[in-house]
């Protein structure tokens, strides 16, 4: 895995080739998922996917996974959006909260934050102990395994944007009277608190990308990049998740 420090950030694509790589992309990424649910070839379910999305705040997440999406119907995917615990949630071990929320065979779930939340905001902010954040890397490579061999197909994203364009991004929705609700104290004072979150994030990547779900690291200063990479991402990642099982993809459409 590449680490952050040699993401190239500078990347970036014009508007027709974001649109012409996304129309290329995502029309596979719908043939996949039929396939993945049933619905074309042979009409067995095949093994369901799960796309996770982590990243700093502003990092682009919401604008991915639209495009992720975009063109499915909206019976066959689940978006989930994970904020912090209720008090009844707290109350049961960290990961029972996402259980009713993951995708069985031929079913796709998409998360907008997850467990990660343990190793990351909850380290950080001491909702987690020492005890309890330093077990997590293995409860959750253990999780992970355990739905790769039940037949998930898992698709991991970091969402990385520089401390520059996330200022931007933050004065631009400060600004947007329908944006603003985007942003909140929280997410000025995680900003402050980068040098902690990068030292939580590289331990978390580091003993966290596995073989049975890797980390993809999303360079995200251009949106236009980020949204391409995304789903191209995807796309390959279910294609040789298909083929782990022994399982062919469809043949690519002609156009």
């Given at each position: 895995m590449t680490s952050l420090d040699d993401l190239?950030?500078?990347l970036k694509l014009s508007k027709k080739e974001e649109a012409d790589r996304l129309k290329v992309a995502q029309e596979r990424l719908v043939a996949l998922r039929l396939h993945l649910g049933g619905l074309t070839g042979p009409g067995e379910l095949g093994p369901g996917l799960l796309c996770v999305f982590e990243g700093w705040?502003?990092?682009g997440k919401g604008g991915a996974i639209k495009r992720?999406?975009?063109?499915m119907d909206a019976r066959h995917v689940r978006v989930k959006s994970f904020s912090a615990p209720t008090h009844d949630e707290k109350r049961h071990h960290y990961m029972w909260r996402f259980w009713p929320s993951l995708p069985g065979l031929g079913g796709m779930a998409v998360f907008d934050r997850s467990w990660y939340g343990r190793v990351l905001v909850e380290r950080v902010e001491g909702y987690a102990s020492v005890e309890e954040?330093?077990?997590a890397y293995e409860e959750i490579n253990d999780f992970e395994r355990s739905l790769d061999a039940e037949g998930t197909i898992i698709v991991k994203f970091w969402m990385?944007?520089?401390e520059e364009e996330q200022l931007k991004r933050f004065e631009k929705r400060a600004g947007d009277p329908l944006k603003t609700w985007k942003l909140t104290d929280e997410d000025w004072r995680n900003r402050d608190k980068r040098g902690p979150y990068c030292e939580a994030l590289d331990e978390m990547l580091i003993r966290t990308d596995t073989e049975w779900a890797p980390w993809t690291l999303v360079e995200g200063d251009s949106k236009k990049w980020a949204r391409v990479r995304v789903v191209e991402a995807t796309v390959?990642?279910?294609e040789e998740g298909l083929r782990k099982r022994n399982i062919e993809p469809p043949a690519l459409l002609e156009t």
């Open positions: 190239d950030l500078s705040d502003a990092s992720l999406i975009a063109g954040w330093s077990r990385h944007v520089s390959a990642a279910v």
